[in-house]
């Protein structure tokens, strides 16, 4: 694993700083970022992130098994107690939303046909995305302005999914799947949702599988916010032995559940043109630390 500060669009409007433990143990991750933008519009300006590194990257993505991501993380005002510091409770939501708070957190895979490409920053072809948590205007999917009719909805361990795409200023194809609530903690299985995009949306089974990321992309906050991650672990398997891309596939590509989306449970919000979904021992480093 590896630790990014990655403000890649700073700006003097603020500016952020990440913090890792550096006595905790190497299979471990804890960190916290601290940050404040206030330049308009919003816009991205940092996504610190902890990067998934493993020997069977790159992937082919029709021979993905699992990509088992858990993780617990907390967003809020850097003024709250750590305890407090929770997107799911009524204070700090009403915090989030009344001072006008942009972000998100999200867990970000880039992939490319072609291997070397799949791992290079900016030349990959595809950008596979999945939100657990989204907060303010801002803060929204490539694709946003074009809302898919009928919604299309993916169904894992009784949270809905829904799925936006697009092309970025960077000319990727943007894949985005958005949780219908927080997920402050979880373990999931996220191979599904990326299955999904194979089998029904066309995404070739021969793109190769090459940088996953799990961090916070920050927008706009006129006071210091605290985005902190207590815990993280990634793993990913193939459905061939390893080493050898002409066995026989043991299994084959997971693929989620696609439901009706009149049985989604979210709380969709819409304002002229945008969307919203409602739920509710350290050292500094600079643009990156392996732990």
Known sequence: LSVNNNAWNQDSSGGICTYVCDTCPKAAVSLYSLWNWTSTPPAVHAYPNVEF??????????????????????FGPASFSQAARDPNSPE????????????????DVFA?????????????????????????KASQPVGNRAPRDPP?????????????NGTNSNG??????????????FDMDFAPLIGFLAKEEGVS????????????????????????IS???????????????TSKPTASLPVATKVSAAS????????????LWLSGGFFLIGFGAML
């Open 205 to 228: 089974e021969d793109v190769y599988l090459g940088t996953i990321q799990f961090g916070h992309e920050t927008f706009l906050a006129a006071s210091q916010m605290n985005f902190s």
């Open 172 to 185: 990727q194809y943007v894949y985005s799947w958005i949780a219908n609530e927080t997920l402050t903690d």
């Open 231 to 245: 815990s993280y672990a990634a793993d990913i398997s193939s459905n061939r032995q390893t080493g050898d891309s």
């Open 112 to 136: 490319d046909e072609d291997q070397e490409k799949s791992q290079t920053p900016s030349k990959q072809k595809y950008e596979f995305m999945v939100w657990v948590g989204q907060f303010g």
């Open 92 to 107: 700090d939501l009403a915090y989030i939303n009344s001072n006008n708070v942009q972000a998100n957190v999200v867990l």
């Open 264 to 275: 989604q449970h979210s709380i969709f919000w819409v304002d002229p043109g945008w969307s």
């Open 53 to 74: 590194r493993s020997d069977r990257l790159p992937l082919r993505l029709g021979d993905l098994r699992s990509l088992n991501v858990s993780a617990s993380w907390a």
């Open 152 to 164: 299309v909805v993916a169904r894992m361990d009784d949270v809905d999914f829904t799925l936006w």
